[in-house]
């Protein structure tokens, strides 16, 4: 679908309009105006305390209508225009809508005005929003196809300069014309300018000259803006030159120049441009897709006021709002230090209108019915910050012909310090002082690390000036900035010239430091008083960001009279202080010279979070965990070894009768738990003796073999003692003999071992019978004999006394 240059001109009506914001007044260089301490010598209009919001303009979109627009430019023309009462970010600006042709024939007008100029606020919004829906319909038998420029400055130029609603209550707002024109001067037809067409053309520019003039005079802005390959450069050249030439700052570009575009694809990039130059604001670009979708655009903490607006094209499109902390913001109110305000949710723009915005990334969501989200949406912010100042001036009480060094730094509204070079990139200050006695001068302040600038990027502007011999009292600085999307807080300081020979000085240090909120903060005041008497002092806290509970003891102290002093102070930051760089600063005063400020220091701290636990103990806790792991790790090791090493698995035993084998019986595994192995002889009627693996209960009654930790063998035989085993060597047991072989049987060290250190007992060899099946165990009686046989049968004297009975 192709657009006509008519088209893209009444779109770009609309879009300015949205875009616009705060403009320094006409009689303003983008910096406040002086306002003078009593007694000082007036040098220009004191304004008036300006607003929180931002500051109003007066403004007229004025669309070329000459030629005739297609029918899908009619409806383009109309939504573009409904942005006009949805984007504006001050409810106290005032907008008009004129469209003009020519006048060439009875009961035609060379102007069609399609919106009165309407104050932008709630109500007078929606009355923008459904006159400029007016701008649909061309009625060509009341406006000629020709070009009157002069008619149409005229007329935007009258209704700007009418006076404003609210009288003297509001300061002179700024007066701008976004001329859009796709054609050149064309009133050859108009016979208001003469009898043939030369003389009608000659007047015509002749005339256009006399309106550009009373624009100048009456101080109104003329930003044209062409399209296409007809535009005539030095007409449009003519009128930004001819119009009023002041600036919304000091920065360059923001004089008023023309712009022409070939293509409705450079559009939104001139629309950008213009805005910016003509407005000092700050547009940012979000981005673009079709329902549903999340679109999102980014707001830098630099900004103060700011609107979101949301090309939605079909009005069934419905939008949600997120702040960069991903909660959902209100239609209307405030919530978290901001105040919100939605419009438009009915029509083809919506906008979501923020003072205070959070900085970071928004996110918007879309969503549509089916059947209304064929078409893309598109979000942008506008934005403008109004910083701040934050001055100190060393010495705080001058005397004349001493040179004083100002610095100053930046927060916005919401208390943030503005830390961040690059957030200012571009920004030039000045300041100015005027007092009693001497005529006002401005001076630079800068950035740059050069002297009298300590560090360079530290975003601390610092400049010196030296105060006049002729100063006789109060002095007065203020601030001046200039960058796009800046706007000063004008706010003047206010000091008093000092004595020649100054009674008290005082100078203040405070420790830059990082600390927890609830924390201390130490610092040294040294006083040094040449009075004979003694004064009393104050220390005091100045431009704390708002909400911020701060302490400082002691207050007052006593300066001794004839003497130097240093005195220690502290400031306690209160438990719930926000993180983030402290603002503000502290101030020692004179009680006794009307609070005369003798020196100030900026409170350098950094409020961060306080340790966790975990910060503090995670290193003692993860070593502990270590050490911990590693005992268990050996222990676990030293069990499974030892368990290891008492494991009789593998293990033979045989039972022997005078050297004949009669029957052996191996260890298997699992068989001996915990190093133990109980068997018993089972003696059948009339059948060999053989030996059984037994568990449970019945393993309380039966022999015993075990191995205990470092290795040896020892056999408990049942109702006996316990003596050790040597692999290969018989031991008695009962009427028989036993011999143990294989496994892992280590032979032990004999110099260790109790028995080879004492003389066994023959007689405590194997007591009593096995108790096997068929056995009466009365029919024998153990002798010792076959105790006595073979090596291993000797030291059992005292074994139920050498060795546990219980394992």
């Not at 829906?133 to 700007?160: E, K, Y």
């Not at 913001?329 to 901001?338: K, L």
């Not at 350098?604 to 636990?613: E, F």
């Amino acid at each position: 679908m192709q657009w006509t240059n008519k088209g893209s001109a009444l779109l770009l009506a609309g879009a300015l309009l949205v875009l616009s914001g705060p403009l320094a007044a006409p009689t303003a260089s983008g910096a406040p105006a002086l306002r003078l301490a009593p007694g000082a010598s007036r040098t220009a209009a004191e304004p008036a305390e300006p607003a929180e919001g931002p500051d109003p303009l007066d403004f007229a979109v004025v669309v070329d209508q000459s030629a005739s627009l297609a029918e899908k430019d009619l409806a383009r023309e109309t939504e573009a225009a409904a942005l006009l009462s949805q984007g504006e970010i001050s409810e106290r600006s005032r907008a008009a809508v004129i469209g003009f042709g020519s006048s060439e024939k009875s009961g035609q007008s060379p102007v069609r005005e399609v919106c009165p100029l309407t104050v932008a606020d709630a109500a007078g919004r929606e009355r923008l929003s459904e006159c400029v829906q007016q701008l649909g319909h061309i009625d060509t038998a009341r406006m000629g196809p020709g070009t009157d420029f002069p008619a149409a400055i005229r007329q935007a130029v009258t209704r700007l300069t009418e006076a404003r609603p609210d009288g003297a209550k509001t300061p002179a707002a700024p007066k701008v014309v976004f001329l859009l024109t796709d054609g050149k001067l064309d009133v050859a037809d108009s016979p208001e300018y003469g009898t043939d067409r030369d003389t009608r053309q000659s007047n015509g520019a002749r005339r256009l000259t006399e309106e550009l003039a009373r624009a100048r005079a009456a101080g109104v802005q003329i930003w044209p803006l062409g399209f296409g390959s007809e535009i005539d450069r030095s007409a449009l050249t003519a009128m930004a030159e001819g119009g009023y030439r002041g600036a919304c700052s000091d920065i360059p570009g923001s004089v008023p120049v023309m712009r022409v575009v070939g293509t409705s694809a450079e559009i939104d990039k001139a629309l950008q441009e213009t805005f910016a130059a003509a407005r000092c604001a700050r547009i940012a670009q979000g981005t673009v897709g079709k329902p549903p979708a999340d679109l999102t655009v980014t707001i830098p903490p630099l900004a103060t006021d700011g609107s979101l607006t949301v090309a939605k094209h079909d009005p069934k499109v419905r939008v949600t709002y997120y702040d960069p902390a991903g909660r959902k913001v209100p239609v209307g109110g405030e919530f978290d230090g901001s105040s919100f305000e939605v419009s438009g949710q009915d029509g083809p723009v919506e906008a979501l209108r923020v003072k205070d915005p959070l900085p970071g990334r928004w996110r918007v969501h879309i969503e549509a019915p089916e059947g209304h989200g064929d078409r893309e949406v598109a979000v942008r912010a506008i934005w403008q910050g109004r910083l701040r100042s934050d001055v100190t001036l060393d010495p705080a009480s001058p005397r004349a012909g001493e040179k004083v060094t100002v610095q100053v730094r930046m927060q916005t509204r919401r208390g943030v310090v503005i830390t961040d070079p690059r957030q200012l990139a571009g920004l030039s200050a000045s300041a100015e002082v005027a007092g009693a006695g001497f005529a006002p001068f401005t001076f630079r302040l800068a950035d740059d690390g050069r002297a009298p600038d300590a560090k360079a990027g530290d975003v601390r502007f610092t400049g010196t000036f030296t105060l006049p011999a002729g100063a006789t009292g109060d002095l007065e600085l203020v601030t001046r900035m200039a960058a796009p999307g800046i706007t000063s807080d004008r706010r003047p300081v206010h000091a008093r010239r000092g004595p020649d020979v100054p009674v008290v000085t005082a100078g203040l240090a405070v420790e830059r430091t990082t600390v927890h909120p609830g924390g201390t903060v130490r610092g040294t005041l040294d006083v040094t008083n040449n009075d004979s008497a003694p004064h009393t002092l104050r220390l005091a806290l100045q431009d704390q960001t708002p909400g911020t509970e701060i302490t400082v003891a002691p207050t007052p102290v006593t300066a001794a009279a004839g003497k130097s002093t240093r005195i220690p102070f502290t400031v306690t930051l209160a438990a719930g202080t926000a993180l983030g760089e402290l603002g503000g600063r502290i101030a020692v005063v004179d009680t006794g010279a009307r609070d005369a400020v003798l020196d100030t220091a900026f409170l350098d701290v950094l409020v961060v979070a306080p340790p966790t636990w975990w910060d503090r103990w995670w290193k003692a806790v993860t070593g502990g965990a270590v050490v911990v792991l590693v005992l268990a790790v050996l222990t676990a090791i030293r069990l499974v070894a030892r368990r290891r090493r008492r494991d009789l698995t593998g293990l033979t035993l045989e039972l022997r009768d005078d050297g004949r084998s009669l029957y052996t019986l191996t260890v298997r595994k699992g068989q001996s738990e915990s190093g133990a192995f109980a068997f018993t002889v089972d003696e059948p009627y009339g059948g060999p003796p053989t030996l059984r693996n037994v568990r449970g209960t019945a393993a309380a009654t039966a022999h015993v073999l075990r191995r205990t930790g470092s290795g040896e063998l020892l056999l408990r035989s049942r109702g006996g003692g316990q003596v050790p085993v040597r692999a290969g060597e018989p031991i008695g047991l009962g009427d028989h003999e036993l011999v143990v072989r294989g496994g892992r049987t280590p032979t032990p060290r004999t110099r260790d071992l109790p028995w080879s250190r004492r003389t066994r007992d023959p007689r405590r060899t194997g007591s009593g019978r096995d108790s096997g099946r068929g056995t009466d165990p009365g029919t024998r009686t153990d002798t010792g004999a076959a105790a006595g046989s073979g090596p291993g049968a000797g030291g059992a004297t005292g074994g139920s006394d050498t060795y546990d009975r219980n394992f």
